[in-house]
Nanobody, 126 residues
Framework: QVQLVESRGGLVQAGGSLSVSCAASGRTFSSYAMGWFRQAPGKEREFVAGINWSGGSTNYADSVKGRFTISRDNAKNTVYLQMNSLKPEDTAVYYC???????????????????WGQGTQVTVSS
């Protein structure tokens, strides 16, 4: 069992930056692939970024590539999402997710993740 707790998001102006983190409970964090997803009102939850168990492999949605960076610190049981050059269309509730997977693969579908955080609101004003 893994419990995930996201840090508080926030309100930022377009072009600004924001970093959110997700702290995981348990001793096996390093065995999990981690993902960040987001869901805007009236839209489906979508993949934003993912990182494999070791941090050696990452993947990004085209919409955030070059602007967002995912990283992890297995010693701290924490995954991070650094968001730069934010746009109003990045406004959403951001969720972190975990999947027990010790390989280079990073699942892209929400249905392939086993554990979810409660979500944190990120709002980008124009």
């Amino acid at each position: 069992q893994v419990q995930l707790v996201e840090s508080r998001g926030g309100l930022v102006q377009a072009g600004g930056s924001l970093s959110v983190s997700c702290a995981a409970s348990g001793r096996t964090f390093s065995s999990y692939a981690m993902g960040w997803f987001r869901q805007a009102p009236g839209k489906e939850r979508e993949f934003v970024a993912g990182i494999n168990w070791s941090g050696g492999s990452t993947n990004y949605a085209d919409s955030v590539k070059g602007r967002f960076t995912i990283s992890r610190d297995n010693a701290k049981n924490t995954v991070y999402l650094q968001m730069n050059s934010l746009k109003p269309e990045d406004t959403a509730v951001y969720y972190c997710a975990a999947r027990s997977l010790r390989s280079g693969r990073i699942p892209l579908s929400p249905g392939h993740y086993d554990y979810w955080g409660q979500g944190t609101q990120v709002t980008v004003s124009s």
